[in-house]
């Protein structure tokens, strides 16, 4: 099946096999997958707003506020008042995260290298870049939505 109208579920099949593969390789860790992305999204964003992290992670607020605190009690990710803004918290990691984020990024890369490997590199690279487009296009659409 390769007509338009087919594409979003083969994509939404990748994304749970990637899911897959990668909660197996990222048990060890004792952190869910949501929890996971969460920690890779904020080595990227280090210090951003609880809700931007959401945004970015394309959760909902109540949810990234539940992830976090089972994050937080991991001793993971910490709240810190923002000085300009005291009803915003800013999400910073701690070392106990920064010390597991090499294998976690490690484990997102075998998995989406198993989830790809019949792919050439120009395939790869191709794909990424769409997908990132669409979904900047769509996290737009949303964000003028509201």
Avoid: W
């Avoid at 001793?75 to 920064?98: F, H, I, K, Q």
Wanted: with cysteine; aromatic share 4%.
């Amino acid at each position: 099946m390769n007509t338009p109208a087919y594409l979003g579920f083969a994509l939404e099949g990748a994304g749970r096999l990637y899911l897959r593969r990668f909660e197996e390789r990222a048990r060890k860790f004792a952190v869910e997958p949501m929890g996971c992305k969460t920690l890779l999204a904020l080595a990227e964003n280090e210090g951003i707003t609880q809700h931007r992290l959401s945004q970015l992670t394309l959760l909902d607020p109540s949810t990234m506020g539940r992830i976090l605190d089972r994050l937080e009690a991991k001793g993971l990710v910490e709240r810190r008042r923002r000085p300009r803004d005291r009803r915003a918290r800013s999400v910073v990691l701690t070392p106990e995260a920064a010390a597991i984020l090499p294998s976690l990024r490690q484990a997102a890369r075998d998995s989406l290298g198993e989830t790809l490997g019949g792919m050439s590199t120009d395939e790869k690279l191709s794909a990424i870049e769409a997908l990132q487009r669409a979904l900047s296009l769509m996290i737009g659409d949303c964000a003028s939505a509201r």
